[in-house]
Each structure stands twice: as C-alpha cells, then as structure tokens.
C-alpha cells in the first residue's frame, strides 16, 4: 500500500514517465541541471514492458563541487500491471544511451520498492 500510494504522489507530483526497456533504441535522458543530462537504461523479461515503460522518476537533490554535480535520484518500477507481480530488473544511469559514455550508477532491483540512487556527474 505504501508503494501504491508514493506511486500516486510521484506521478502528481512530477507527472514524468518515460518510456524505457532493454530493447528500445532511445534511452529517455533526465535532464538534471541546466546542460546536464543522462540516460536510464533498464532491462527485465518483455513481459513487463508496460511496467517498464511506466516507470517514474525525480531528482530530488544535486550540489556541485570540484569533483562534479552530486545527484540524488528517486526511481519507481511499478509491479506487473496484468498480475500485480514484483519481477526483478537491472539498471544503467549513464552520460549515453543504452548503457554508453560514461557508466554512473547501475544495479539489481525488485520492482515495486522506491529506489534511490546516487551518483556525480563529472566536471
């Protein structure tokens, strides 16, 4: 229930949903900052398309220092829209599409739970 409802303030609150899957050929890029952009890659069974392609997501924090922008970046994977199911998924945060440029953050995660991830965009 506590995943629905931060589901539901997500969406109101940001309203961003992109689309994305393993197989798409156009990673959805967030834009961080002004010039400052990166791509989320994702991949699960096909099966969960629509789920993934409903995923949400917010920066909630960046700072700049010597060393780069610092982010703080919240995603949502909503479970299986047909049975309601948690599956798992991989993801990539990186400077290029599907994966490319620079790797910042990538990991395992079950859909359905807030993940928050952080990482620095270099100078």
């Given amino acids: 229930m506590l995943a ?3 589901a539901g303030a997500l969406a109101a609150g940001s309203g961003v949903s992109v689309v994305i899957a393993d197989w798409c050929a156009d990673d959805p890029m967030i834009q961080i900052s002004p010039g400052h952009v990166v791509y989320l890659t994702d991949a699960a069974d096909s099966s969960h398309l629509a789920s993934l392609q409903a995923v949400t997501y917010r920066v909630l924090q960046t700072s700049t220092d010597q060393d780069g922008t610092h982010v703080t970046l ?9 049975t309601g199911d948690s599956f798992n998924l991989s993801y990539t945060i990186s400077t ?19 993940l928050i991830v952080n990482f620095t965009l270099p100078n």
């Fill in 4 to 6: 629905s409802g931060l």
């Fill in 74 to 82: 919240l995603l949502y994977f909503p479970n299986d829209f047909v």
């Fill in 96 to 114: 290029g599409p599907n994966g490319s440029g620079n790797v910042l953050a990538q990991g395992q995660t079950e859909s359905g739970q807030v």
